[in-house]
């Protein structure tokens, strides 16, 4: 578990990346008013399927797929926060003392079915509810920032190398480039100043162009 002032510094580095993201997608993205908690419970619905949920028949829960999926609602999460608040030091240090908060939840189905509810209902990304979910799938915030940069830093590795025009490949000698990345960011240190260009350059390393 990350102290509050390295989860302040991570979170801010990821809201500084989320909007350079959003920007490379529509330099007017703040004024585009794009659904992100739409976004956001419509990945809770496609994480429960991951984790297991029907009671008619044997499931497993896919525990690497659904933090995958956490990172996704993390990138809409922050997105949201953006729209709301422009100062993201604001940001930072309330969702650093969030994702600081106790687990009240035992039932990661229930704990997903709050995140989902405070997107439909209030239009929000509800960090207590998200926090209960990292938890219940051992997942702590240098693990989210891991995935989360890894994950960034991919998508504009993909953009960099022909993703919208088509030309972009994504079987590399055998393994989709998220398996690659998997095994990229576990190799390196997240706490290296240098982390994000590391992930990038190591990215540009394997790929088979």
């Not at 938890?135 to 504009?156: A, I």
């Not at 025009?165 to 590399?172: A, N």
Request: charged share 25%; glycine share 4%; with cysteine.
């Amino acid at each position: 578990m990350s102290d509050l002032s390295t989860a302040i510094k991570q979170i801010q580095q990821m809201l500084t990346m989320q909007d350079a993201m959003n920007s490379r997608v529509s330099d007017t993205w703040r004024e585009n008013n794009f659904q992100w908690y739409r976004a956001i419970w419509v990945e809770c619905a496609e994480m429960l399927d991951h984790h297991g949920w029907k009671w008619w028949k044997h499931q497993e829960c896919d525990v690497p797929q659904v933090q995958l999926e956490l990172v996704d609602i993390f990138h809409f999460g922050l997105s949201l926060r953006l729209m709301n608040e422009s100062n993201t030091d604001v940001i930072a240090e309330q969702l650093a003392n969030e994702l600081q908060l106790s687990v009240e939840h035992t039932d990661f189905k229930l704990a997903l079915e709050d995140l989902a509810s405070a997107a439909v209902t209030n239009k929000a990304f509800d960090g207590k509810s998200f926090t209960a979910c990292m938890q219940l799938m051992n997942m702590d915030l240098d693990e989210l920032f891991r995935q989360y940069v890894g994950k960034n830093t991919l998508n504009f590795f993909r953009q960099d190398f022909g993703y919208k025009e088509g030309t972009y490949i994504k079987v590399w000698n055998g393994k989709e480039d998220n398996e690659v990345l998997a095994d990229l960011v576990t190799s390196l240190d997240t706490s290296a100043n240098d982390f994000q260009t590391q992930v990038y350059n190591g990215l540009k390393a394997a790929y088979p162009a």
